[in-house]
């Protein structure tokens, strides 16, 4: 199976092991169910766990990208006079065969499995590839002597060369239970296990997916597994690890927290686990609560503990939550004892909490979780059933009694969807019956009957006395606890019990708790009267699960998102809820659309008698004011306090124009501006000075690089502006509904998504349209970059590489009501990280220090070190933001960093290294903290692979059921080929990985499946043979990069490919014919470069870094390269539009081609190109020939809008 986004993992009492999605409603068994198991612990991508033989087990979910290991070798040869480059080497010299530094033999042959759980891919095979560079044949590189460094060329002193042998290796037990060996004894472990704990995956992110796997022995010994990583899941060796007593049991939490209880009723903590140590360095004690209870159970997450205790006299099980637990202080401060008697609990992502019942062995949620309160509120039972609970029902001779309430077509077509979905009705079914109460209901029950009673026997109905959604209201602890006392009652109405609630005081009684009941069911559909009972068929059902561990480490818990684990319906019979849940989308779809067809109709037919009528009113008037900010044009620019009125304007042919005025006083005498709203190309919300500020272009002030800016007092005081304008906008220029399939997309360095209706003159001959005129609307959600193609595929990649596509919506976030679809709008959420900078220099006293020059950077600034931040006054992006992580040292750093994560250099600023050297007097290190933002936009999520590149092939004249090309490349450099893309279902269905020697970082394929991509060095590849019927190709043609330049992103369009480098440098390939694709040359078009796209009509767009405004430099704007036709593919010239803050834009569907038109006449003057670039203004018609160049000692201008 795919792996889910996210699950529950639970153990019986027969050792079956159990799932549950936090979008579903029932437990499913594993699918290798063979085992039996005592305890497991997950993650998101796999699962660890002791089965009843004490082996350690390891599940993998399977997925579309497999799981690979490089082995590799080096082939070393040496010239002699006699026989040139031969295998004799001298006796100083490295081995033969291998490893690349040379000391350790590694000959072909000597490679073996690590495990049965392996395979080999392929056979041995020479890298042809050097720094990104393609070899001669056969691979060879050349170089003076061992060591040094080798290069490409033979040369006439090369005595020595080598070449590097690649074989992969691929893990192919997923999806089922793979044993752990030993190295040392395939047959045994180094002891029987009985315990194990999964954690550690946010302590670094190098290497990918690397885990901290702990294990106890039956001798009370701790092990840590070495190596557990993505690329190798099943790690490599055990070590143990010393301990102060004999462990009983060990929890870790995904960071650096680890406890484990010893069997004395102590806890120990381990100290100094970081990156470059995750097996930490000593172990501190931690006393129980008190001397009579020993602690038994210890469970930990980020930063919270959760322990068991048993009562020595008592026998009592007790909850425990230990307060003041954090990264610096791991062993907390106090205990303090919560309701409820659990025989263990679980910490999980986001440090919400599971637990097991001592008597019913009942799972239960601790709700109201949150990071302001980490102990939460309450416990809640999970209700679910087992997949195996699942009745078959008749719904469909329910559904025809429900026929009256639609037409005879409505009717029809709902009876033919259900009879083709017979097979499939038990899906959507529930698996148990609910009952119904007395005047005085329950909160909640939970149902469950006996598949083998017959039609109106009584069923045996668990109900659950915690499940509610309210929190029971304050009372005495002895009313508390009487109301929670277990109870097994025979009355068929019993009174609602009360909830366990959070108490942060020890309560002197005890208690036990039990919510097992029996009830006798009292409604069906006869009692109901509606619907006959021969009608309807029995539910089977199953006794109430006992679970025996539980496991919440790969589960994460929305807060934004309810679950279904424990809201079953209360007083319907099975009946009412089989008609329920049987009305399908389809259906729902079926008569939406009738009811509108009719109401369409009947507003034709009342109005169709008015039309000679006259209008009473020619014309109205509706004005909006308010009170704003507005970031003034003069010197000394700052923000002024203004009036705001808006005035629409209806005309008599129904036309609606807007006029924005903003007033203010300039010296004591009151002038105002105005803006047509029919001129405004884009309002945006911008960053500025921590403000609630936005953004009005016009093409003028686009050209000026100078927008008027206004600010809010409050975030819903903008978002009100924003959406009143926003639709102004639009009503003006009559835009509505969602973009067309030519669209152009852009993103903003916000994440903002806005969306253009390119003109057919866009794309015109000599006299194309300015894209300053280019009117821009935002569209909800939260991405860092789109693609899309003409056929309305459009997907998108958020900061967290979380994949989403277009549902054909509109609006969503800030733009609500008529301006937004009713339907297609989706919770979105992203996440991405805030970095600050630790700077220091070096001094003869105190080495390196705080203490700077003064002429030095802030101590702690941003990246360019003319902005002061620090951890406490970092504040998130916007309002809209949350902090989801504390600050932390990123060792990912470009240029590499030392152990603790500095990168040092002779000066600041100057270009930075990870490894000291004499002539470094300054260092700095990057921190970085991570917040999320939850908005709602036309997007769903695409799980379960995360993406750092796509592209969609940008033109098709297919019909629409035909599959659409898309490859992508995941985050971890993997390419893949997405199955099943049309225009009906844009999702598609599976990915399909296409082998690589390297991690890649771009990828396009354009319009004939030319399929080009660049690796992580900086090298271009070229994939042959692509088509509809082969998607995936068969080899990869290695394509020299530009001399010296190491590329980073790659755009195909319908006959041209341009590529981009790392110096922001756009190239041309030359030479590319259908006979041979993969060209001759690169031609360099143009520098300044940020990000460009290629159209379906070759045309170019590009975000150039820096652009000459009236004020300054403008970072981050909208270019279109003028002047491309067959003969002239690179083009004549740049036309500059929206800018600055711009990240991303794809013009990949706009293949709507401008009428052709007869050529100008000869009189007729060609467009003049810009004279300067330090020429802010220019004509409507007037184009820059050259190309986007700017002084480096030109200041970027501080008071221009950014993003």
């Not at 007593?245 to 650096?256: F, T, W």
């Not at 469909?396 to 009694?401: E, P, R």
């Not at 009584?458 to 915690?466: E, F, G, I, K, W």
């Not at 109709?601 to 009113?617: D, G, S």
Request: one cysteine or more.
């Amino acid at each position: 199976m795919a792996m889910p986004s996210s699950l529950l993992w639970a153990v019986d009492i027969f050792g079956r092991v159990y799932t549950l999605p936090t979008v579903g409603q029932y437990w499913e068994l594993c699918k290798d169910a063979q085992l039996e198991f005592k305890r497991v612990s997950a993650v998101k991508q796999c699962c660890w766990g002791i089965a009843c033989d004490h082996q350690v087990y390891t599940y993998v979910f399977s997925g579309d990208v497999p799981i690979r290991y490089q082995e590799e070798t080096y082939e070393n040869q040496r010239w002699n006079p006699v026989g040139g480059f031969c295998e004799k080497l001298l006796p100083s010299d490295r081995w033969q065969w291998s490893d690349v530094s040379g000391l350790k033999h590694q000959q072909l042959d000597s490679f073996t499995l690590p495990s049965p759980h392996w395979e080999w891919e392929s056979d041995w095979y020479v890298d042809e590839n050097i720094g990104g560079e393609p070899t001669e044949k056969g691979g060879w590189t050349y170089a003076i002597d061992f060591p040094s460094t080798y290069t490409k060329d033979k040369k006439w002193n090369s005595c020595v060369r080598r070449r590097r042998w690649i074989r992969y290796r691929r893990y192919k037990s997923r999806d089922v239970w793979a044993k752990i060996v030993s190295h040392d004894d395939p047959d045994r472990l180094p002891d029987p296990f009985n315990d194990i704990s999964t954690g550690g995956w946010e302590i670094t992110e190098e290497p990918p997916g690397r885990l901290s796997v702990w294990a106890v022995s039956l001798q009370g010994r701790v092990w840590y597994r070495e190596n557990v990583c993505h690329h190798n899941p099943e790690g490599s060796t055990w070590s143990l690890i010393s301990t102060p007593g004999e462990v009983a049991q060990i929890s870790c939490g995904p960071y650096d927290l680890l406890w484990a209880t010893l069997w004395e009723g102590q806890a120990i903590v381990r100290e100094g686990i970081d990156r470059n140590n995750p097996q930490g360095i000593s172990w501190s004690t931690v006393e129980s609560p008190s001397s009579e209870n020993g602690i038994m159970h210890v469970s930990v997450g980020v930063d919270v503990v959760w322990c068991v205790t048993k009562d020595r006299k008592l026998l009592l099980l007790q909850v425990w939550f230990r307060r003041g637990v954090n990264s610096h202080n791991p062993c907390g401060t106090s205990w303090i004892e919560m309701v409820g008697e659990m025989m263990m609990v679980n910490v999980g992502l986001n440090n919400q909490v599971w637990g097991i019942g001592c008597d019913d062995r009942t799972i239960y949620f601790r709700q109201g979780v949150t990071p302001s309160e980490l102990s939460g509120k309450m416990w809640k039972a999970i209700v679910c059933g087992r997949e195996s609970d699942r009745s078959q029902t008749g719904s469909s001779t329910s559904l025809l009694s429900a026929g009256c309430f639609f037409t005879d077509d409505i009717q029809n077509h709902t009876n033919a969807i259900i009879q083709g979905d017979a097979d499939t009705s038990s899906d959507t079914e529930l698996s148990s019956i609910p009952t119904n109460f007395s005047s005085t209901p329950p909160t909640g029950a939970a149902a469950s009957s006996t598949g083998s009673q017959a039609a109106g026997a009584p069923a045996s109905v668990t109900v659950d006395p915690l499940d509610s959604d309210q929190e029971a209201p304050a009372a005495s602890a002895n009313n508390e606890k009487a109301h929670l006392e277990s109870r097994k009652s025979t009355n068929p109405n019993p009174p609602a019990e009360l909830q366990w609630t959070n108490i942060d005081l020890k309560e002197a009684h005890r208690h036990a708790v039990l919510s097992i009941g029996t009830f006798a069911e009292t409604s069906s559909l006869s009692s109901l009267g509606m619907f006959s009972v021969g009608a309807e068929e029995q539910y089977g059902a199953d006794e109430h699960p006992l679970w025996a561990w539980v496991s919440g480490g790969g589960c994460l818990v929305d807060l934004h998102s309810p679950l279904k684990w424990f809201a079953v319906p209360s007083g319907l019979s099975s009946s009412v809820q089989s008609l329920s849940l049987s009305i399908t989308p389809a259906q729902t779809a079926a008569w939406r659309k009738q009811i509108f067809q009719q109401l369409s109709e009947r507003t034709k037919r009342e109005l169709e008698n008015f039309r000679h009528y006259e209008q009473a009113v020619e014309q109205s008037v509706w004005v909006k004011t308010g009170m704003l900010q507005w970031w003034r044009n003069w010197k000394p620019h700052k923000w002024m306090d203004v009036r705001v009125a808006l005035e629409q304007f209806t005309g008599s042919d129904g036309m609606r124009d807007s006029i924005l005025f903003i007033y203010y006083m300039f010296h004591e005498e009151k002038k105002y501006i105005h803006v047509f709203l029919n001129e405004v190309t884009i309002i945006a919300e911008v960053l500025k000075e921590g403000k609630h500020s936005f953004a009005l272009y016009t093409p003028e002030r686009t050209k000026q690089r100078w927008p008027i800016c206004l600010a809010a007092t409050t975030e819903q005081e903008m978002h009100d502006w924003l959406s009143l304008l926003t639709m102004s906008c639009c009503e003006s220029r009559r835009i509505q509904g969602p973009p067309s399939h030519q669209a152009i997309w852009s993103v903003s360095c916000k994440g903002d998504i806005f969306v253009s209706e390119p003109s057919p003159e866009l794309e015109a001959g000599p006299q194309p349209m300015p894209c300053d005129q280019m009117f821009w609307r935002q569209v909800g959600g939260h991405l860092r970059l789109v693609e899309c193609n003409n056929r309305g595929v459009v997907w998108g990649i958020g900061y967290d590489h979380t994949v989403w596509v277009y549902t054909g919506g509109y609006g969503g976030g800030f733009i609500q009501g008529l301006a937004s679809s009713a339907d297609n709008i989706y919770t979105q959420s992203d996440v991405k990280c805030v970095y600050i900078y630790e700077n220091q220099r070096w001094n003869p006293v105190t080495g390196y220090s705080s203490r700077g020059l003064p002429t030095d950077r802030y101590m702690w600034s941003d990246a360019s070190g003319l902005q002061e931040c620090t951890k406490a006054s970092t504040k998130p992006p916007s309002p809209q933001w949350s902090w989801v992580s504390d600050w932390y040292v990123d060792f990912s750093t470009s240029g590499g960093t030392d152990r603790e994560g500095w990168q040092y250099a002779a000066d600041f600023p100057a270009s930075y290294h990870g490894h000291k050297t004499m002539k470094d007097f300054v260092r700095r290190r990057r921190w970085a903290r991570k917040c999320k933002i939850v908005t709602n936009g036309p997007w769903l999520e695409v799980p379960p692979v995360t993406l750092w590149d796509i592209s969609i092939i940008p033109s098709s004249d297919a019909d629409d059921e035909e599959s659409v090309a898309l490859w992508a490349i995941s985050d971890k450099g993997d390419v893949l080929c997405r199955l099943g893309v049309t225009q009906q279902n844009p999702a598609g269905t599976s990915w399909l990985h296409v082998g690589t020697d390297q991690p890649f970082i771009s990828i396009s394929v354009g319009a004939f499946f030319q399929v080009w991509a660049v690796a992580r060095d900086g090298s271009a590849f070229y994939r042959g043979s692509v088509s509809p019927k082969k998607p995936a190709g068969d080899c990869w043609y290695h394509i020299p990069s530009p001399q010296k330049q190491k590329l980073k992103q790659v755009s195909v369009g319908r006959t041209s490919v341009f590529v981009l480098d790392k110096n922001g440098n756009l190239w041309y390939r030359q030479g590319i014919t259908p006979s041979y694709p993969q060209g001759s040359a690169w031609d360099h078009v143009s520098n300044n470069i940020r990000k460009m796209s290629v159209g379906p009509l070759d045309q170019v767009w590009v975000i150039a870094d820096k652009v000459q405004g009236s004020h300054g430099l403008s970072c981050g704007t909208v270019c279109h390269r003028t002047g491309v036709q067959p003969m002239e593919p690179k083009g004549l010239a740049w036309d500059y539009g929206i800018g600055g803050g711009w990240e991303h834009i794809t013009v990949r569907g706009n293949a709507s081609e401008a009428p052709r038109s007869s050529a100008p006449n000869a009189c007729e003057s060609p467009t003049e190109p810009m004279g300067s670039e330090g020429n802010g203004r220019r004509g409507k018609t007037e184009r820059s020939r050259t190309p986007l160049l700017v002084s480096e000692r030109q200041e970027v201008d501080r008071n221009a809008v950014n993003c």
